[in-house]
């Protein structure tokens, strides 16, 4: 990775962030997702990047401390935080929500919005239902 530049490693992350086919479907927006990834600087991305393994940034047992509502969600195909993250998410903080992104992978807004849109109608309903039915009843149209 640290031989590739910006442009070679953004590229990389794009592709692995999406479905294989996502790039051929919505090529603008994969091209400016690309943009995006390709924009970052190096030397804070390396950083960030390297601390993902790093045990001081481990906060699970922190989790089970949160008490506020909590939606996690997390495309099915998802190689960067996959499935089984969330679930462990889920079972560590209590009461949290676990919607799994059909026909997505980490990109999960861009890749099937009504999916997220709809996942996220449901769980703010819960919290504040009126205000929240109309949204909800476009959503099933």
């Known amino acids: ?14 592709n692995a962030a ?19 990834f390709q924009s970052n600087r190096r030397e804070p991305y390396s950083q960030c990047t390297a601390v993902i393994g790093d045990p ?3 906060h699970r047992a922190s ?28 079972l560590l903080i209590p009461g949290s929500f676990l919607v799994i992104i059909p026909q997505a ?4 807004p ?4 009504q999916a997220v849109n709809r ?3 449901h769980f703010l309903a819960a919290l504040e239902p009126e205000a929240l039915r109309p949204i909800l009843s476009s ?3």
């Open 63 to 90: 989790l089970p401390n949160i008490k506020v509502p909590t939606l996690i969600m997390v495309g099915i195909e998802d190689q960067t935080t996959p499935v089984r993250d969330s679930q462990n998410l889920n």
């Open 18 to 36: 999406c479905l294989p086919d996502f790039p051929e479907r919505n090529p603008e927006v994969f091209a400016e997702m690309k943009k995006v």
């Open 105 to 108: 992978a980490h990109m999960i």
């Open 139 to 141: 959503l099933t149209n």
């Open 56 to 58: 001081r940034c481990d």
């Open 119 to 121: 996942a996220l109608a």
């Open 110 to 113: 861009v890749e099937n919005p």
């Open 1 to 14: 990775i640290a031989s590739l530049t910006m442009e070679e490693l953004g590229t990389a992350v794009a």
